[in-house]
């Protein structure tokens, strides 16, 4: 078999061959030093690539970035909004600076200790200043699991299921990077035999296994992004924990949808993976009938193989456990799909939008997304490595969810995201 | 009767008794100069008072804003942020410096020509960069109406409504100033009798009365504000057009809530009316039955009566006709319990995020919020003043809302706001 030019690759900075960022992936990602210094970087192994540094020592003089530092900035929106022609022209560029044969960082012993700097030694920060979030419900094994629980096997999918990516907004204010402890909810919830309402913390505390995509550019009031284009106005992709109050959530949710029972947290992993980085992995979209609408219709090789986990660890155990592994491949709507849905009455998209997959459920029990699909509803409880049980999280869990794609001795990774529970603020009943 | 002192109060600058704008109101928006300069000002009668210069010269060194020039801003986000302190500091001052017997700027011909512009020569812009946008729902008889026509008398109201202010994220990124016009959506929809789906302009395109709350300062995550605090977090008030294509929403919207039913625009007036030059017109709330949980309870005088109208023109008449009167002190659930419903959960709020009140409805036929309302489904159509019918919006409408509190002599009003429908992009079906 002849090796792709991709799997050659290497880099004059060590990567383990498991590790998530070798340089065929290069990430982006907002990075704090001790001394609060912040600026964009590029993940390679294990270190982190200060692109601020490497902008002001004059290397990307030759691309089309040269003018202004956009790598000098606490987001990634203004490098986004640059456009894909700036992307591939930075994108080529690191990739030459980091390549084994080129010595112009790695020879320069002062310049390579200001521009390289060890992961351990810095905080990553949320990557991007979030404008509008949605979030999908694209997974039609989720959507399925959950109509079935509710509705029934007969009512399952909603009638407009099938012919479009059901959607909603979310809250921007409340996304977290992976690291940040998220603070279990007090809110309204009403038992069905209950005549009234209570309050109090949420008890039925889950997460949602999702991919979400940033734009990079957008589009103007008024006009649209074909599924086509999308491709082009897509930035890059990260993990996204959905956290749900699922108590709150079925309280309030008629007839407007998901409010206070989402908008409590959001989680996402700090590195961006762009969808360059992900070409290598893109693969056939799952076929789609009744037929969609023309505006919908894609090119059958919209779907991207991301292996998918997630994985709990209580305050007791010292190994997190896996509990579900699936793959984002199964999702029946694509990206595409979703941004030209998104558009097509006209909304307007900015650099740094973020869209949610919606739980991303495989065909099988061991690769549910969510607590309430695992333990369907609360009757098959999960019994954890310490020996307790869980139906949705209790305070002190730790939830994590990690993604890679697998190339040819080599992977694609999106590294982790990753939150504590900490329990309800105390509050008189 | 004695008259009140803020009836009293009267400035130089010319101002009339029907004007929305006298000294009593001040509110603050950004205006944008045909040279292209653009900052915060204050509307005074047919004037706008430039407060970048105003702050430029000085007039400001005595408050708390001395230091930097918050009002040299294409929003109003730096000077909310500031606090309530501060606003209640800028309120006096320039309340001073426009009284009928201070000098200041009256004297000085070259400041009062620099501060002092033409309503008319200017052109209003969006007032604040918003991060989130939540509307709600909280017209007891809007939410009354739309059951009575989908669901039936006797399930009109969802069991939540009563117990807590429902409510949903919407689109930040189509939010527009009054003047802009909007474009008639692209989207699905489906025939009750149909099969499948199909595509093009919406139809049922409608408007909903509404009014809207910025946040000045907000909340960290997983804190609360609580009713009390809610008003000192609320900087003011606008008007709010949230329109809607109502075939796209019906078919969309299970069960997820609103999205490109909504999403394409939503209309704000210009002009942001303070909750200090409002309180005067603070009132009586509508009693609550049943009683609603303690983290819910107002102070029973958190209602403001603002009297609201809606205009049609359509592109053949002369002048607007009015299609509904109604008093945003109708709503059942407060400003007050809204945010302290919404923050319940520790979402977070920033300086400039917006909240919508959800169409607001009157008891009577005349006080109904939508074209849905009004025309009850499609049923009774409207017969407008150039002999045209309307059960829905046509292409060449313009949609006006206007608002304003009645004092003892003085008006403080809103302004309004107002939009043009334009034709859907032309597509090949």
Same mark, same amino acid.
């Given at each position: 078999? %002849?090796?792709?030019?991709?799997?050659?690759?290497?880099?004059?900075?060590?990567?383990?061959?498991?590790?998530?960022?070798?340089?065929?992936?290069?990430?982006?990602?907002?990075?704090?030093?001790?001394?609060?210094?912040?600026?964009?970087?590029?993940?390679?192994?294990?270190?982190?690539?200060?692109?601020?540094?490497?902008?002001?020592?004059?290397?990307?003089?030759?691309?089309? @970035?040269?003018?202004?530092?956009?790598?000098?900035?606490?987001?990634?929106?203004?490098?986004? !909004?640059?456009?894909?022609?700036?992307?591939?022209?930075?994108?080529?560029?690191?990739?030459?600076?980091?390549?084994?044969?080129?010595?112009?960082?790695?020879?320069?012993?002062?310049?390579?200790?200001?521009?390289?700097?060890?992961?351990?030694? %810095?905080?990553?920060?949320?990557?991007?200043?979030?404008?509008?979030?949605?979030?999908?419900?694209?997974?039609?094994?989720?959507?399925?699991?959950?109509?079935?629980?509710?509705?029934?096997?007969?009512?399952? @999918?909603?009638?407009?299921?099938?012919?479009?990516?059901?959607?909603?907004?979310?809250?921007?204010?409340?996304?977290?990077?992976?690291?940040?402890?998220?603070?279990?909810?007090?809110?309204?919830?009403?038992?069905?035999?209950?005549?009234?309402?209570?309050?109090?913390?949420?008890?039925?505390?889950?997460?949602?296994?999702?991919?979400?995509?940033?734009?990079?550019?957008?589009?103007?009031?008024?006009?649209?992004?074909?599924?086509?284009?999308?491709?082009?106005?897509?930035?890059?992709?990260?993990?996204?924990?959905?956290?749900?109050?699922?108590?709150?959530?079925?309280?309030?949710?008629?007839?407007?949808?998901?409010? @206070?029972?989402?908008?409590?947290?959001?989680?996402?992993?700090?590195?961006?993976?762009?969808?360059? !980085?992900?070409?290598?992995?893109?693969?056939?979209?799952?076929?789609?009938?009744?037929?969609?609408?023309?505006?919908?219709?894609?090119?059958?090789?919209?779907?991207?193989?991301?292996?998918?986990?997630?994985?709990?660890?209580?305050?007791?155990?010292?190994?997190?456990?896996?509990?579900?592994?699936?793959?984002?491949?199964?999702?029946?709507?694509?990206?595409?799909?979703?941004?030209?849905?998104?558009?097509?009455?006209?909304?307007?998209?900015? !650099?740094?939008?973020?869209?949610?997959?919606?739980?991303?459920?495989?065909?099988?029990?061991?690769?549910?997304?969510?607590? @309430?699909?695992?333990?369907?509803?609360?009757?098959?409880?999960?019994?954890?490595?310490?020996?307790?049980?869980?139906?949705?999280?209790?305070?002190?869990?730790? %939830?994590?969810?990690?993604?890679?794609?697998?190339?040819?001795?080599?992977?694609?990774?999106?590294?982790? %995201?990753?939150?504590?529970?900490?329990? !309800?603020?105390?509050?008189?009943?």
């Amino acid at each position: 078999m %002849v090796q792709s030019h991709e799997s050659r690759l290497t880099s004059w900075v060590d990567v383990e061959s498991t590790s998530d960022f070798p340089i065929q992936n290069l990430p982006y990602g907002v990075f704090k030093k001790s001394d609060g210094f912040t600026a964009v970087g590029v993940a390679i192994g294990d270190m982190v690539l200060n692109l601020a540094e490497v902008h002001e020592a004059g290397l990307f003089s030759k691309t089309c @970035l040269a003018k202004e530092n956009v790598f000098a900035r606490d987001g990634l929106n203004d490098f986004m !909004a640059c456009g894909r022609t700036a992307w591939k022209e930075a994108r080529r560029r690191i990739t030459e600076l980091l390549s084994l044969d080129c010595g112009t960082i790695r020879d320069d012993k002062a310049l390579r200790e200001r521009a390289l700097l060890h992961m351990a030694d %810095v905080e990553m920060q949320l990557p991007v200043a979030i404008g509008d979030f949605t979030d999908f419900y694209s997974s039609k094994e989720h959507a399925t699991n959950v109509g079935i629980m509710f509705r029934g096997k007969e009512n399952a @999918l909603m009638p407009n299921w099938l012919h479009l990516p059901v959607g909603y907004h979310g809250r921007s204010s409340t996304i977290f990077v992976s690291g940040q402890d998220i603070r279990r909810p007090l809110g309204q919830t009403k038992a069905d035999e209950a005549d009234a309402p209570t309050f109090g913390p949420s008890r039925l505390l889950d997460f949602e296994l999702e991919m979400g995509f940033f734009l990079g550019t957008g589009n103007k009031p008024g006009e649209r992004i074909n599924t086509k284009q999308a491709r082009e106005n897509i930035f890059g992709m990260v993990l996204l924990n959905d956290w749900s109050a699922r108590d709150i959530q079925k309280w309030e949710y008629v007839p407007l949808g998901p409010f @206070l029972g989402k908008s409590f947290a959001t989680s996402i992993s700090p590195w961006v993976v762009t969808l360059d !980085a992900l070409e290598s992995f893109r693969t056939s979209s799952p076929p789609q009938e009744p037929k969609v609408l023309p505006y919908l219709e894609g090119d059958g090789q919209d779907a991207y193989a991301i292996n998918l986990e997630a994985f709990i660890k209580s305050e007791k155990m010292d190994e997190p456990m896996r509990i579900t592994a699936t793959n984002f491949r199964h999702l029946y709507w694509s990206m595409f799909q979703q941004l030209a849905h998104h558009t097509v009455n006209g909304t307007a998209m900015r !650099a740094g939008d973020l869209c949610g997959s919606g739980t991303i459920s495989g065909p099988t029990e061991e690769s549910r997304g969510s607590m @309430l699909e695992i333990c369907w509803k609360g009757t098959k409880p999960l019994t954890l490595t310490d020996g307790s049980e869980r139906k949705f999280f209790a305070d002190g869990d730790t %939830v994590i969810i990690k993604g890679w794609c697998q190339g040819d001795g080599y992977r694609v990774g999106f590294g982790e %995201v990753r939150a504590t529970i900490l329990p !309800a603020e105390q509050v008189d009943l």
